[in-house]
């Protein structure tokens, strides 16, 4: 509001000035419309804002980028933590445990496709154009039971079920 107004009156002086002397500079007719109004006050104290805005907003990345490394630490270390209690539970034979606050628990896991040869695998597995393989037709027809040269199925790996309720 304050700086509509400021340039209403700006422009209202200038044009006034240039009315009254028509043969004045630029330079002149610049210094003196800054003299009688507070324009450039209003736009240096918006820059000196944006100036501000933009230090916090780089000191806010900067934030964001250790707290990011700081949330990757964490859950790295909570993966590995989870990691160990399921070997455990698993070289143990544990099936569940229970806490008053969580309930973890061991299901069997899926195979998974491991594909030994690609060259062996037949090419209906393949994608025309650029050849590229086909892995979820080429699971289901070994989960399926069909044999195919050059892909098998991994051993299912245990995972682990947290629940917290």
């Keep these: ?17 240039r ?11 610049a210094d003196t419309v800054e003299g009688l109004t507070d324009l450039h006050e209003i736009v240096q104290a918006i820059i000196r804002s944006a100036l501000a805005e933009e230090s916090l907003a780089k000191g806010l990345k900067c934030r964001i980028s250790e707290m990011q490394d700081r949330l990757n630490r964490f859950e790295d270390r909570a993966s590995k933590r989870r990691q160990i209690a399921k070997d455990v539970m698993v070289d143990l ?4 445990l229970t806490a008053p606050d969580f309930t973890v628990s061991l299901r069997p896991g899926t195979p998974s496709l491991l594909v030994i040869d690609e060259d062996a695998v037949p090419r209906t597995y393949w994608e025309p154009g650029e050849p590229r393989l086909r ?8 989960k399926d039971g069909e ?18 309720r």
């Design 19 to 29: 009315i009254i002397e028509p043969d004045i500079d630029e330079q002149t007719l």
């Design 147 to 164: 044999e195919i040269a050059g892909a098998t199925l991994s051993e299912p790996q245990p995972f682990l079920v947290v629940r917290t």
């Design 135 to 142: 892995r979820q037709n080429l699971t289901k027809d070994l």
């Design 1 to 17: 509001m304050n700086l509509q107004f400021s340039t209403i009156h700006y422009r209202a002086i200038r044009d006034r000035i």
């Design 93 to 96: 034979g544990l099936k569940k």
